[in-house]
């Protein structure tokens, strides 16, 4: 039966939970323990896909077709284990199935409370799997204290409670804050975070600590004593330059062995960190330099395309190069000239999205892409776009368009190279689609395989023609204008193995120019670079030469 990590917040949010538990994920890996991550995350939306990047960050889409937090991305990216749609749940999720079961009569009767009928169900998703694997961590969204948090932190309690003693601990996150002027750093918020957890029966065995500053001795001390932990699970959290330093540098200031001691594992097997040291010698020795843009909607807000910055960075550590991200908003030349904004870089990509705004913008960035001779990666309404754009410029449908955009019913503004998707096979059974469904979960999500044409660019990249890769889109590039856009030049490199979806398209006249469908950023891992985004980099290193 695998052992529990649960790992709470208190003090503020943003702390980089879910950074610490994937970072612990992959020292107890380094450990040659098998591990998976969970989040448990407060809100009322019954999963993220929903809400807004603005809001949210990106949404992270699993093989089974989930779409969940974006810290099951980080989970994946420092663990490599893939996070199935068991990882993630929200208040929401456990709301609507006990309300369902309540409609049902699976509770006979009974008086429906928070306690015990919503806090069983939680338990019931914290056992999924328990057999599985060595540790589960398990983080829970939001601060202690949070009102809606309160139904998670109480299952949490009673799950280690009906576990046998030694199979469950405690992790909680806080911050050390720093007043410059009496050059301190405050331990009150913490003790208070930690009061708050115990008044809900929680005793936290390891305290992580962020801070700016080193923690004294003395203060290392003083938390220990009034929090009621001991020394060395008080655990320094400080800020560092590259996320991918984390497990190196909880690793030095004793996390793992904080955890393993905490559990009574003893003698703690050592560590194998090379991975870890590689990846450290990768982001801080780079050779060179390429400034990429990617050209999108919400680029005021970083995390909303997070794992498509993160594949960049795996990208230019396969290359041996540092990855500038500029962020261009494609709404600022949808009615001008794209030129001066995307001179200059030395790739471009232009990343997933929905709804109309910025897509003119987006399609001159193909379209500048194309004619300059830039490597281009279009990822799902990117390669849309581009496809879009080889349409109008180039096989001469001036009206060519997205049914995404053709809203207003009986008004038909374009002819629609992207459709609607009506159906397609999962598995082997059919999924069927209308214009007018739900918008919650009703999309093409998930893993699905694809076949690549053999020669292409795209097959030489991946090194095979049969891959599989994650989705999630509503419209697709419809195949009947297939002829007409190959005749242009644009290739259909990458089809659904039916061969009805599109699922890449590539110039071949071109040094780099691929859009794909799918979502290869999600699967691309620091110490496993996807092979487009190394062969994107590659590709932008070339053209740094060239300039
Ligand atoms: N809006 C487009 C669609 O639904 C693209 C989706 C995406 O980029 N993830 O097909």
Request: charged residues 25%.
């Given at each position: 039966?695998?052992?529990y990590?649960?790992?709470?917040?208190?003090?503020?949010?943003s702390?980089?939970?879910?950074?610490?538990?994937a970072?612990?994920?992959?020292?107890?890996?380094?450990?040659?323990?098998?591990?998976?991550l969970?989040?448990?995350?407060?809100?009322?939306n019954?999963?993220?896909?929903t809400?807004?990047?603005?809001?949210h960050?990106?949404?992270f889409?699993?093989?089974?077709g989930?779409?969940?937090?974006?810290d099951?991305?980080?989970?994946?990216?420092f663990?490599?284990?893939?996070?199935r749609?068991?990882?993630?749940?929200?208040s929401?999720?456990?709301?609507?199935?006990?309300?369902e079961?309540?409609?049902?009569?699976?509770?006979?009767?009974?008086?429906?409370?928070?306690?015990p009928?919503?806090?069983?169900?939680i338990?019931?998703?914290?056992?999924?799997?328990?057999?599985?694997v060595?540790f589960?961590?398990?983080?829970i969204?939001g601060?202690?204290?949070?009102?809606?948090g309160?139904?998670?932190?109480?299952?949490i309690r009673?799950f280690?409670h009906?576990?046998?003693?030694?199979?469950c601990?405690?992790m909680?996150?806080?911050?050390?804050?720093?007043?410059?002027a009496?050059?301190?750093?405050?331990?009150?918020?913490?003790?208070?975070?930690?009061k708050?957890?115990?008044?809900?029966g929680?005793?936290?065995?390891?305290?992580v600590?962020?801070?700016e500053?080193p923690?004294?001795?003395?203060?290392?001390?003083?938390?220990?004593?009034?929090?009621?932990v001991r020394?060395?699970?008080v655990?320094?959290?400080?800020?560092?330059?590259?996320?991918?330093?984390?497990p190196?540098?909880?690793?030095?200031?004793g996390?793992d062995q904080?955890v393993?001691?905490?559990?009574?594992?003893?003698?703690?097997p050592?560590?194998?960190l090379?991975?870890w040291?590689d990846v450290?010698?990768?982001?801080h020795?780079p050779?060179?330099?390429?400034?990429?843009?990617?050209v999108?909607k919400?680029?005021?807000?970083?995390?909303?395309?997070?794992s498509?910055?993160?594949?960049?960075?795996?990208?230019g550590m396969?290359?041996?190069?540092?990855?500038?991200?500029?962020?261009?908003?494609?709404?600022?030349?949808?009615?001008e000239?794209?030129?001066?904004?995307?001179q200059?870089?030395?790739a471009?990509?232009?990343p997933g999205?929905?709804?109309?705004?910025?897509?003119?913008?987006?399609?001159?960035?193909?379209?500048?892409?194309r004619e300059?001779?830039i490597?281009?990666?279009?990822?799902?309404?990117?390669?849309?776009?581009?496809?879009?754009?080889?349409?109008?410029?180039?096989?001469?449908?001036?009206?060519?368009?997205?049914?995404?955009?053709?809203?207003?019913?009986?008004?038909?503004?374009f002819?629609?190279?992207v459709?609607?998707?009506?159906?397609?096979?999962?598995?082997?059974?059919?999924?069927?689609r209308?214009?007018?469904d739900?918008?919650g979960g009703t999309m093409?999500?998930?893993?699905?395989?694809?076949t690549?044409?053999?020669?292409?660019k795209?097959?030489?990249v991946?090194?095979?023609?049969a891959i599989?890769e994650?989705?999630r889109h509503?419209?697709?590039?419809?195949?009947?204008?297939?002829?007409?856009?190959e005749?242009?030049?644009?290739k259909?490199?990458?089809?659904?193995p039916?061969?009805?979806?599109?699922?890449?398209?590539?110039?071949?006249d071109?040094?780099?120019?691929i859009?794909?469908?799918f979502?290869?950023?999600?699967?691309?891992?620091?110490?496993a670079?996807h092979p487009?985004?190394?062969?994107?980099?590659?590709?932008?290193?070339e053209?740094?030469?060239?300039?």
């Open positions: 039966m695998a052992r990590i649960f790992i709470t917040g208190g003090v503020v949010s702390l980089g939970k879910g950074l610490a538990s970072a612990l994920g992959a020292l107890l890996q380094a450990r040659g323990y098998s591990v998976r969970r989040k448990l995350d407060p809100y009322l019954v999963d993220p896909g809400m807004s990047p603005f809001e960050g990106e949404v889409v699993t093989d089974d989930a779409e969940t937090d974006l099951l991305g980080h989970y994946e990216r663990t490599g284990v893939p996070a749609k068991t990882d993630s749940v929200s929401g999720r456990i709301y609507s199935n006990v309300l079961k309540e409609r049902r009569g699976d509770y006979l009767g009974k008086t429906i409370q928070v306690v009928h919503v806090t069983n169900e338990k019931e998703f914290l056992a999924i799997g328990e057999d599985e060595d589960m961590l398990c983080e969204g601060t202690v204290g949070d009102i809606e309160l139904p998670f932190f109480e299952a009673q280690a009906d576990k046998p003693r030694g199979q601990i405690f909680h996150l806080t911050l050390l804050p720093y007043l410059a009496s050059g301190e750093l405050k331990t009150k918020p913490t003790q208070h975070s930690v708050e957890l115990q008044s809900i929680i005793a936290p065995d390891i305290l600590c962020r801070s500053h923690i004294p001795e003395k203060e290392r001390e003083k938390i220990a004593l009034f929090c009621n020394k060395q699970c655990v320094a959290a400080y800020d560092l330059k590259s996320i991918y330093e984390a190196l540098a909880y690793h030095d200031q996390l904080a393993l001691d905490a559990f009574g594992i003893s003698p703690a050592a560590p194998k090379d991975v040291h450290y010698d990768r982001i020795n050779e060179g330099k390429v400034k990429v843009a990617i999108g919400y680029t005021q807000l970083e995390d909303a395309y997070k498509i910055a993160e594949a960049l960075t795996h990208g396969a290359n041996r190069v540092k990855v500038k991200i500029e962020w261009v908003d494609a709404e600022l030349f949808d009615r000239d794209a030129a001066p904004f995307l200059g870089y030395h471009i990509l232009v999205g929905f709804g109309e705004r910025g897509t003119e913008g987006k399609i001159k960035a193909a379209q500048f892409a300059k001779k490597p281009y990666l279009g990822i799902c309404l990117g390669m849309q776009m581009a496809v879009i754009e080889a349409a109008r410029n180039v096989a001469g449908m001036e009206k060519a368009g997205s049914e995404e955009f053709d809203h207003e019913a009986g008004k038909k503004r002819e629609p190279v459709y609607h998707l009506k159906e397609w096979v999962q598995g082997n059974h059919m999924v069927a209308k214009a007018d739900d918008k093409r999500l998930g893993a699905y395989d694809a690549l044409t053999e020669g292409s795209v097959a030489e991946y090194g095979g023609t599989e994650r989705h509503r419209y697709e590039v419809d195949v009947k204008y297939r002829d007409t856009l005749k242009a030049g644009l259909f490199s990458g089809m659904s039916d061969g009805k979806l599109p699922e890449i398209v590539e110039w071949n071109h040094p780099w120019f859009g794909v469908q979502h290869p950023e999600l699967k691309s891992k620091p110490f670079p487009l985004f190394a062969d994107f980099v590659r590709a932008a290193v053209t740094s030469r060239l300039v």
